[in-house]
């Protein structure tokens, strides 16, 4: 699986956007680019993943970029729930695919009140 | 219940004890995966089952370090003569299906292992 890189701390003041970067300048065009977060005490949890076109749930948007060798999570209105740290992920799948997922250090998102 | 449960929550070991840690993945999950995190750092893959067929054991740190899934359903992470080193959160973790699917892994709280 592609590596990815983000940066290692970020804040945002509660109630607005927090965009959270990421670099997978060697993803390959199998690999989906997966976001998780980890708040404090508790497992990682799924937020969003896409391929190629940008994706949009109830907790955030994910844009990612034409060339796909980067992308932004995006939290419209952050809440102090949100501090959490947040993992980017590029994985595989299908055939010749690997299921597990390879976490790296994440970001560290603190939401200021 | 409706997300994966781990047992016990916190565990403290005397160095040298066995130690086994339970993982109930959501029920009809094919995968199952078993993570290590050591405080302040991400998640380190230890081992990954497909039903009862564990096809990844590359992150297990030592042959101290073993997993079983028997009936493809409940999970065993044992530990044997454990270390102060083995002192981490052991995360247990399920998804709906294996290679073929694109899905997403559901995470248990942890089990919080400390080694004296």
């Known amino acids: 699986d592609a590596k990815t890189t983000q940066p290692p701390s970020m804040d945002c003041a509660e109630g607005r956007a927090a965009n959270l970067p990421c670099n997978h300048s060697t993803i390959s065009g199998n690999e989906y680019v997966y976001w998780y977060r980890q708040i404090h005490s508790q497992g990682p949890q799924y937020i969003i993943h896409?391929?190629?076109?940008?994706e949009t749930n109830e907790m955030a948007s994910l844009i990612i970029t034409e060339d796909r060798k980067s992308s932004t999570l995006i939290l419209p209105h952050a809440t102090l729930r949100d501090t959490a740290v947040y993992y980017c992920?590029?994985?595989?799948w299908g055939l010749g695919g690997d299921d597990k997922i390879i976490f790296g250090k994440g970001t560290r998102l603190h939401i200021l009140p | 219940g409706a997300g994966v449960s781990q047992s016990p929550r916190y565990k403290v070991a005397k160095r040298g004890q066995d130690v086994a840690l339970r993982c109930d993945p959501i029920s009809g999950h094919v995968s199952l995966f078993w993570y290590q995190q050591a405080l302040g750092q991400g998640p380190e893959f230890l081992t990954y089952f497909q039903n009862e067929a564990q096809l990844d054991k590359s992150g297990l740190p030592s042959d101290r370090f073993f997993a079983e899934r028997p009936e493809g359903s409940v999970s065993t992470l044992k530990i044997q003569r454990t270390q102060q080193e083995d002192s981490a959160v052991y995360l247990c973790a399920s998804s709906l299906a294996g290679q073929q699917l694109n899905t997403e892994a559901f995470f248990g709280q942890g089990t919080r292992l400390t080694v004296v």
């Open positions: 896409g391929l190629k076109n940008n």
């Open positions: 992920i590029a994985k595989g």
